[in-house]
């Protein structure tokens, strides 16, 4: 069975411009989560999105958006790109919408975005 | 504030060694533990996840241990191979009425050498 798959691995933009990153969880799951990762520190939270509704959002600016589609597979879009956003973006499924409870998460190996 | 520490920030072994690894957090309510493994360049890896009636669970030659009283957990890695090369964080979960989150710790870099 296919684990959690996202596109592209890897990224290159500018400053000002616009991202769109993709994700696709395990079959069956329908809870996706992003993250963003800063080289040497540990996930920061973004979004958590179950059965197409926003469940969770981090401390992230508005130039931060997601949604969910009814496959369940997931888009997250950064607009006005600062060289901090600069990252391994993670996406995350699991089964519920329980982000915190029992349920484990799997994780994708993410986008790397590079901003120039 | 709730907050999860990870001690050490790195550590260097010998192939066929053991070691443990110290997680503390101030996290309230808690709900779970778990330990994730992320190989450089990858997505983190579930290894165990605790809830707070349980105190030790394992994978393979990876065991956590889990003291809710002291608000402490370890990892333990018995026999490392070079593949155990990773970063290992400790992530817990709070639930309080409809607010759910994971708090993430900064991970401790582990490196297995031969």
């Known amino acids: 069975d296919a684990g959690v798959t996202q596109s592209p691995t890897h990224l290159i933009k500018t400053r000002g411009q616009q991202v769109t990153l993709r994700c696709s969880p395990i079959?069956?799951?329908?809870?996706v989560s992003w993250y963003q990762q800063v080289l040497g520190q540990g996930p920061q939270f973004i979004f958590q999105?179950?059965?197409?509704?926003?469940?969770g959002r981090g401390n992230f600016p508005d130039r931060f958006s997601a949604r969910q589609f009814p496959n369940y597979s997931s888009e997250l879009n950064v607009n006005a790109l600062l060289l901090g956003d600069s990252a391994l973006y993670l996406c995350?499924?699991?089964?519920?919408?329980?982000?915190?409870?029992?349920?484990?998460?799997?994780f994708g190996d993410g986008t790397r975005l590079s901003i120039l | 504030k709730n907050q999860v520490e990870q001690s050490p920030q790195s550590l260097i072994i010998l192939e066929g060694k053991n070691c443990t690894l110290q997680?503390?957090?101030?996290?309230?309510?808690?709900?779970?533990l778990r330990w994730y493994k992320q190989d450089t360049g990858r997505g983190p890896v579930s290894l165990t996840i605790?809830?707070?009636s349980e105190n030790t669970k394992s994978n393979g030659r990876y065991t956590a241990t889990l003291d809710a009283d002291t608000k402490q957990s370890s990892l333990h890695i018995t026999a490392s191979q070079l593949s155990d090369s990773a970063s290992y964080i400790c992530?817990?979960?709070?639930?309080?009425?409809?607010?759910?989150?994971?708090?993430w710790g900064l991970g401790t870099s582990l490196a297995v050498n031969p």
């Open positions: 605790m809830t707070f």
């Open positions: 995350a499924s699991s089964l519920t919408g329980q982000v915190g409870s029992n349920q484990p998460q799997h």
């Open positions: 992530v817990v979960g709070t639930e309080a009425g409809n607010n759910r989150k994971l708090i």
């Open positions: 997680c503390n957090y101030t996290v309230s309510p808690f709900s779970n």
């Open positions: 999105y179950y059965e197409k509704e926003e469940r």
């Open positions: 079959s069956g799951h329908k809870s």
